[in-house]
């Protein structure tokens, strides 16, 4: 099965910060990266796919790069409402592995 | 719009057998692939496994073939997780999530699969 290694597990920034979540994959997966937000309380929600493309509607501080074993997800100037834990995932092969996590905190 | 609504909380005891639901409604029900996902407390999210609903095919993740079965009624548009002998350590919150997909190529076809659809969870506590 395919790993997907994320770093770092913890992040803390401020509002208006620029920061970067990486995910490695434990085998070449071309593009195959979806990344999602969630929120206590909340449901899951789905950022990025195909490793750069935005779902309708997220905001364009929220961009998505990388292929092959490498891929980032970057949020420009950070919002209150951005803090959450970050989540990648590989679809390039059943079973479709989600990394651990990086939780987002407030500095 | 497209719905994905999960079955109440449950309390087992260990041991004890459990069938969790999601319904869906929306869209061709047997189009898509509808997943699970598992949330320990204080825990990250886990793949779980996914199935078909237009076939039954189903996938699951190592981690959890044989611990639970996935399955689908498709007269209902209801996809259900099922645990025959349930454990402290299945404690948890369950999401079932609808796989999207966007298909990108002309010729050479590209697949990818994402959750994009989320039921808003079934917490399922199992204690003695």
């Known amino acids: 099965d395919i790993q997907m290694t994320q770093s770092p597990p913890f992040l803390s920034a401020s509002v208006g910060d620029r920061v970067t979540i990486s995910c490695r994959a434990s085998q070449s997966i071309g593009n195959y990266v979806n990344w999602y937000q969630h929120k206590p309380g909340k449901v899951p929600d789905l950022l990025i796919y195909a490793a750069s493309s935005s779902r309708t509607g997220v905001p364009s501080r929220f961009a998505g790069s990388g292929s092959g074993t490498d891929f980032t997800l970057t949020i420009n100037s950070l919002q209150p409402e951005d803090f959450a834990t970050y989540y990648c995932q590989q679809s390039y092969k059943a079973p479709y592995t989600l990394g651990q996590g990086t939780w987002l905190e407030v500095k | 719009e497209v719905q994905l609504v999960q079955s109440g909380a449950e309390v087992r005891e260990p041991g004890e057998s459990l069938k969790i639901s999601c319904k869906v409604s929306g869209y061709d029900f047997t189009k898509n692939w509808i997943g699970w996902v598992r949330q320990r407390p204080g825990k990250g999210l886990e793949w779980m496994g996914i199935?078909?609903?237009?076939?039954?095919?189903?996938r699951y993740s190592p981690s959890f073939e044989g611990q639970v079965s996935i399955s689908v009624d498709k007269s209902i548009s209801t996809v259900y997780l099922q645990w025959n002998s349930l454990k402290a350590s299945d404690t948890a919150l369950y999401y079932c999530?609808?796989?999207?997909?966007?298909?990108?190529?002309?010729?050479?076809?590209?697949?990818?699969?994402?959750?994009?659809?989320w039921g808003k969870g079934t917490t399922v506590t199992v204690s003695s």
């Open positions: 999530a609808r796989q999207g997909i966007t298909i990108f190529g002309l010729i050479n076809q590209h697949y990818y699969y994402y959750m994009d659809v």
């Open positions: 199935i078909f609903p237009g076939d039954s095919d189903t």
